[in-house]
C-alpha cells in the first residue's frame, strides 16, 4: 500500500512537471474560427512548431477588444496572440492594451527587400504586424447576363438605368460611404477629408439614396452569396475571399468586380502583459514571413501584405487575390484612425438616414 501511495505521489508530481513544462513551452494564439484559423494552422502553427517544438492552443473569439481588455485590467493574461483587424490594433494600442512590436525584427522579404519596404503601406504598425488584406467587393451571378454586358467597375453599382434590378450592401456606413463618393468622382486622397464637411456628407448620401429602394442590406458574412444564388439581386458587396469560396469551393458562376475595391488588414497583436512575450513576438515574425504568408494564401484567398509573396504564387491563385497587381491598381484602403474619430456620429447619421 505504501508503495501504491509512493507511485502515485511520484505519478502526480510527473504528471505536475510535464503540464508545468508544456504551458512554458506554448502559446495560445487566438483567432476567428473556421476556414480562417484553418489557413492560419496549416499556413503559421503547425510550421512554427515543427521549427520550435512550440504547442499552439487555437482559440476562438468573435472580435473587438473586450476579453483582452477584461484580461489586461485584471492583470491574467491567458491570450498571447489575437489576430485583430486594423481598426482593432490601431484602438487597442492607443488604450495601452497590446504590447509594441519593433518593426526592425520583421525578417527581409525573400527576395532580399527590406521589410519596410516589402510591406504594403500600413501593414507595420507600432503595435502588430498585417498578414493579410481582406477586400470589400462587387460581385454578380455571370448567368444572369450571358449575351449581354455585364457590370465591371463601381459605377455600375449606381447604375439603374443600365443594371436594373436589386443590390446588396452591408448595412454600415464604413465602405458605403467611401463608395458613394468614388462613385461620384471624389479623389481617393480626397475622400475622408470631403467626409470631413457637412456637404460631403451631404453629397455621399445622395448618391446612396439615387439607389436606396433597390438595396437589400445585409448584416453577416454568409448573406451576401446567398442572395446572389437565390436571385434575390443582381449584384452585390462582399467579402472576396466568402466570393471565391462560393466560386471554387462550391462551383457558383459568381464574378467579382475588383474596381476600387475596399481594403483593410488583419494581423497579429500581443496583450499586454502576456507570460510568453518573447515567444510570441517570434510567432509574431515567423508567421509575417514571406514564406508563411505564401502559404496562408493556399488555403484562404486574401491578399498576403508582404509584395515579394506574391512571387512564390502560381498565376491563377494570385490573380483572385486582392494583392494581386491588376486587382489592387484602383484599391481604396480604409484610414482606420479617421473611422475611430468618426464612426459613432457617422453610424447614427447612417441609422437616422436609412429609417426616413
Not at 168 to 174: G, T
Not at 221 to 241: C, H, K, R, W
Request: aromatic content about 10%.
Amino acid at each position: 500500500m505504501k508503495n501504491t501511495i509512493k507511485n502515485l505521489s511520484f505519478a502526480s508530481v510527473a504528471l505536475l512537471l510535464s503540464s508545468q513544462v508544456l504551458a512554458d513551452n506554448s502559446l495560445t494564439v487566438v483567432s476567428w474560427g473556421g476556414s480562417f484559423t484553418k489557413s492560419q494552422v496549416e499556413a503559421y502553427h503547425k510550421p512554427f512548431t515543427a521549427k520550435t517544438g512550440t504547442h499552439i492552443v487555437s482559440e476562438d473569439f468573435s472580435g473587438g477588444l473586450a476579453e483582452i481588455k477584461a484580461q489586461v485590467e485584471s492583470g491574467n493574461v491567458t491570450w498571447d496572440l489575437v489576430s485583430l483587424d486594423k481598426p482593432d490594433i490601431v484602438r487597442g494600442c492607443a488604450e495601452g492594451l497590446l504590447e509594441p512590436l519593433d518593426p526592425t525584427i520583421l525578417l527581409t522579404g525573400s527576395d532580399g527587400t527590406p521589410a519596410k519596404e516589402d510591406f504594403v503601406d500600413g501593414a507595420i504598425h507600432e503595435c502588430a504586424v498585417a498578414s493579410i488584406v481582406v477586400s470589400n467587393i462587387l460581385a454578380y451571378d455571370k448567368t444572369r447576363y450571358e449575351g449581354q454586358a455585364a457590370p465591371s467597375k463601381l459605377a455600375d453599382l449606381f447604375d439603374l438605368k443600365k443594371f436594373p434590378g436589386r443590390r446588396a450592401l452591408q448595412k454600415q456606413p464604413q465602405g458605403n460611404l467611401e463608395w458613394a463618393l468614388l462613385a461620384d468622382g471624389v479623389a481617393p486622397n480626397q475622400i475622408y477629408k470631403t467626409l470631413e464637411t457637412r456637404e460631403g456628407r451631404d453629397r455621399a448620401f445622395k448618391k446612396l439614396e439615387s439607389i436606396k429602394s433597390n438595396v437589400v442590406w445585409w448584416t453577416t458574412g454568409a448573406q451576401p452569396a446567398q442572395l446572389l444564388a437565390d436571385g434575390e439581386v443582381i449584384m452585390t458587396s462582399a467579402f472576396n475571399g466568402r466570393i471565391d469560396s462560393a466560386q471554387h469551393a462550391e462551383g457558383k458562376p459568381f464574378k467579382i468586380i475588383w474596381d476600387h475595391q475596399i481594403g483593410y488588414m488583419n494581423g497579429w497583436a500581443i496583450p499586454k502583459g502576456t507570460k510568453h512575450l518573447q515567444k510570441a513576438l517570434e510567432f509574431a515574425v515567423f508567421s509575417s514571413s514571406t514564406q508563411a504568408l505564401a502559404d496562408q494564401a493556399q488555403w484562404i484567398a486574401y491578399g498576403p501584405t508582404r509584395k515579394s509573396s506574391a512571387a512564390m504564387l502560381d498565376q491563377e491563385l494570385l490573380a483572385r487575390l486582392p494583392t494581386a497587381p491588376e486587382n489592387y491598381k484602383t484599391a481604396f484602403l480604409f484610414d482606420d484612425e479617421w473611422w475611430i474619430d468618426y464612426a459613432d456620429e457617422l453610424n447614427e447619421e447612417f441609422n437616422t438616414w436609412l429609417a426616413r
